[in-house]
């Protein structure tokens, strides 16, 4: 890495803090409060920018990360994003949301529109657009792919530099002059673990409730790195498999009004072992939808 400052001056002081994030969706209407716990997160930080220092300590304090030279990954704060490296591989380049250019904006508008895999599992057809609560919204290409087909997409992810780089994303597309008027219309997220989010909604009588539940927890990959992307590599390296997927099931399906739809690589097993009432399968990737009612428009 070149012409790299290192913020060695940074010092977080707290261990563990408890923050309120507010729940607010465009269409899930009124704000509920969420309490996170968010821990000391030890990290490399690097500003490539010496205008834009202060942005990343307050990135680094909203996120409750501690600067640490020696730790495995490292974020990036560059002119224009803010990027993770793993530091021992760093042939896998950097990661970062971009919903404008790259792949995402490729598939924006060369995709397939309604007709991808992704659409009919959540039930998208003439005339219906459902809401969706994105329960595992990683970097937020299943959320910005269903948001650009039209839907309004509420993404919850629980780790803090996942949901830092997304956030960033998310500020970026919200900014940009073609699609900025749908996102920041569509799309909003939030910082905390889905089970307590759809928990805290199912009993929060105010809120509309989302049509649909999506969830794609991280799934161990059978081969390494050849056959598995660098980005989903990395990010895989970053939060490890979600062993704990399994109970997001029961809260998820209490909380959507039309189905659950979870994203499987094809040689996995059921969530939780539910058989699904339907199954739509691509090359390497299977939709398994649970449906609680038919969507009507
Ligand atoms: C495979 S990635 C999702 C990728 C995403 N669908 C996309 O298109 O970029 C899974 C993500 O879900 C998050 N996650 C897993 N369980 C969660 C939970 N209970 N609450 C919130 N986020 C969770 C993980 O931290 C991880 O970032």
Known sequence: MTSVNLVDTYKLTHDCLVKSRSFCSPKMGSKTYLFSRVYKMHIALFCEDPFRINTLADIAHRWGFTHDRDAPFALILTKSSLKLRMLDDLKLGTVYVDFIGGAMGYRRKFGGGKRQFISKAVGLNKGITPTVLDATAGLGRDAFVLASLGCK???????????????DGLHRAQ???DI???VRERMSMMHASSEEACTLSVNASSLERPSVVYLDPMFPHKKKSALVKKEMHMLQSLVGADNDADKLF???YALATKRVVVKRPKYAQ???????????ESKNTRFDVYVKAAMCQ
């Open 153 to 167: 997409v509420q993404m919850v992810e629980r780790h803090p530099v996942v949901a830092a780089l997304l956030e």
């Open 175 to 177: 900014a940009d002059p």
């Open 180 to 182: 900025g008027g749908w």
């Open 250 to 252: 029961v809260p998820a």
């Open 270 to 280: 059921f969530i939780a072992g539910k058989v699904p009432s339907l199954q739509i």
